[in-house]
């Protein structure tokens, strides 16, 4: 575990729009010692420095959530779909994967795995005989924890409502947004 040094705390909070003491309210603990931290003036104990850190990452999902991180444009086939048109559009859109969406709900999807031990006549097959499980699905309001921790074991996490697609998250978004 690699612990923020004094630059990182302060860098996150300030990023976050927290003022020290806001963050001390958060943390639990006084705003001088939050100021003394930052400045490199005292070292804290561990137990301190979870608690302030904990009180950051709260404060980072309390602001970001999955509609401020997901793209609106979902580039999908259909379960119809011949398996040469999934491929076209990975390559076109420079994809590793794509979603197969039927009426607007998330029913598979496709990768270039899934695509690459195919022969030739598999082309006109359809995307249905070829796809994997479809993507999780969470809300508009889903975090950004619960997101990194489906990325964390899924390549894309699909955003519904009312049962629609309505956007889609990889990591490349999420990495986007924290840098």
Do not use: C, W
Request: aromatic share 2%; no cysteine.
């Amino acid at each position: 575990m690699e612990l923020p040094t004094p630059a990182d705390l302060r860098q996150r909070r300030t990023e976050l729009g927290l003022t020290q003491s806001e963050l001390a309210e958060k943390a639990e603990v006084s705003q001088p010692l939050i100021a003394r931290i930052e400045g490199g003036d005292v070292d804290p104990r561990l137990s301190t420095l979870r608690r302030i850190v904990n009180a950051l990452e709260q404060a980072e999902s309390d602001v970001i959530h999955a509609a401020d991180l997901m793209n609106e444009a979902v580039v999908s086939v259909s379960p119809d779909d011949p398996v040469s048109e999934a491929a076209r559009k990975m390559e076109e859109e420079a994809y590793s994967q794509l979603a197969v969406i039927q009426d607007g709900i998330p029913v598979g999807s496709i990768s270039q795995s899934d695509l690459v031990q195919l022969d030739s006549e598999a082309r006109n097959e359809s995307v249905e005989q070829h796809m994997s499980e479809s993507f999780p699905t969470v809300s508009k309001d889903a975090s950004l924890d619960e997101i990194s921790n489906l990325l964390e074991h899924y390549k894309a996490v699909m955003i519904t409502e009312a049962g629609e697609t309505v956007g889609i998250i990889t990591e490349a978004d999420v990495a986007a947004r924290l840098s």
